[in-house]
């Protein structure tokens, strides 16, 4: 069973607009979340992290947004460029635990 | 050079073969993981190593098998290969230093694409 999620598989964005990929999870245990970008014949390369003490998370252009209550977390891109063009994977894991679960992934296209 | 590398990066293979994929990373870390990807799954977990005498199931060790030849080396088998064995392989790596798993962002390689005919 799936225990993150990412219900849309692709995005479109004008170029110099905002992105936001979304992610949901079920397990309750998970307090630390990771989003990794991913371009094609490459692998993940790590991008932003949130625990979960915190609500937000930001560097740079990118920001993490942790809803606890709703298990959902958001990565806004602002200002989207074409080279953010990648599949998005959300990962999530509990201290308690020992392994990262990830999400299925969101192909984000940005269009200059 | 890359700190994570994997070998072969392309394998077409027939049922019932014997593969390994290779894995070597120059970061010194002590943890190194393998994962799969396919289709609408997102990476799944196979295996993980947190040191050379340790190693563990994940979540779809089965049909596998890795071995921990060194700190640097993590190899990953497939006794006799199978079609729904088709999928994208990843090697990761990350620091046992800082403590507590969760904490520790995972460096992956570039990928192994295996084909099962």
């Known amino acids: 069973d799936q225990q993150v999620k990412q219900n849309s598989p692709s995005l479109s964005v004008q170029e110099g607009r905002i992105s936001i990929l979304n992610c949901d999870y079920t397990?309750?245990?998970?307090?630390?979340f990771l989003w990794y970008k991913k371009y094609p014949a490459e692998g993940p390369t790590f991008l932003i992290s949130i625990s979960s003490i915190k609500d937000k998370n930001e560097d740079g252009r990118f920001t993490v947004f942790l809803n606890k209550s709703a298990k959902h977390l958001s990565l806004h891109i602002v200002p989207s460029q074409p080279g953010d063009s990648a599949v998005y994977f959300c990962a999530a894991s509990a201290e308690t635990g020992n392994q990262f679960y990830f999400g299925t992934g969101t192909s984000l296209t940005v269009i200059p | 050079d890359a700190d994570v590398t994997q070998t072969p990066r392309n394998r077409i293979t027939k049922t019932g073969k014997r593969i390994m994929l290779e894995c070597s990373q120059t970061k010194g870390h002590d943890r190194m993981y393998w994962y799969r990807q396919d289709p609408g799954l997102g990476l799944r977990l196979i295996y993980y190593s947190f040191d050379v005498k340790d190693i563990n199931k994940g979540e779809i060790s089965d049909g596998y098998s890795v071995s921990r030849q060194a700190q640097a080396k993590f190899s990953l088998s497939l006794e006799s290969a199978i079609p729904n064995q088709t999928a994208l392989y990843f090697c990761a790596t990350s620091d046992g230093a800082a403590g507590s798993f969760s904490y520790n962002e995972q460096f992956f390689g570039p990928g192994t694409r295996l084909t099962v005919l």
């Open positions: 397990n309750s245990m998970f307090d630390y």
